[in-house]
């Protein structure tokens, strides 16, 4: 494939952004852990001198298939390695490939164009296809073991809290109701029945099932347990200097990188009215991005799904400012 079929296939956002934040280091480690297309990724690796290493990695086993493929195109003095793993093995297998700290980090987080244009797995709301939406299809449940057996009431939180969806408990009845007659195994059918929810007005807004799909993703793949997971476990696999980015395209995960990230610049306990820290924890670095960072005039117009990306960046073993 060309760059512009990778770029069809999955068109990296923020991509000058985020290799400035990262200040990559010709000598350094870098880790990219949602390599999708490897759009971040080749850009990493063509800045890699000989003593240069990139770990790929992502729990889809056909975008690292493609990310392997393109990043054996780049031309490099680096070396590069493909890893298929979530966020949440990510300490256990850097110290086992690397056995040292990384100079470098990139979290992409969510799905992958490739992902949600393809039918068959289950991402869309336009396509028919299995509702399936697992990023692993080796582990895990279903969108549709999920929807068969998730009481009515904690469907509702659960499209309440990822998918910010206005008519959850409407939503969450006629799925109940619908599932009672027999599983709902497509995706056209779930898009009919939270269309059938929804007042007509909102129907001629825009489809009304991309919310409830995208809060059936974040459940079934659990996105927010494996970046809280991530966040925790991340300041000790970082060096002195490295470079964390995140890129989140939901508020939940944005607000979950911003409050990690002032954590680890000011993790004192101590209450605020203590003449003096007796907590004794020490900053472990500075946030980089004093604001977060969201896509360019230029980019929007070329890529419409960057509207809502926002990247932050944290230096590890820097001075708190
Ligand atoms: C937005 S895409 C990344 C695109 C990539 N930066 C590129 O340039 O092509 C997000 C990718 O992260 C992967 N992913 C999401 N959550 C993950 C997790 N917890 N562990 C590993 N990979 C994950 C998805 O499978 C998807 O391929």
Redesign the pocket.
Known sequence: MTSAD?NA??R??L?DETIEALAVRQDGLYV???????????AILEKLGGAGRLFS????KE?LAV?QERLSQVETEGSFQTIH????DFPRWLDIEAGRAADGL?A?????SR?LDRGERGFSYLKDGPLDMR??QEEGQSAAELLALIPEEELIALLRLYGEERYASSIARSIVKRREEGPITRTLDLADIVASAVPSRVRREGNPARQTFQALRMAV???QQ??AH?LMELPRVMAPGGRAVF?S?HSLEDRMVKQAMRRWQDPCECPRDFPACICGKKALGRIVTARPVAASEEELAANPRSRSARLRAFEFGGTAS
């Open positions: 990778y296939w999955h990296p956002v991509l990219d852990l949602t390599a999708g297309g490897g759009g971040h990724s080749a990695a992502d729990r889809d975008s990310c793993a979530s966020f949440s990139l992409d987080l969510g799905v992958s992902q990023m692993n793949n659990r996105e494996e970046l991530l890129i395209f």
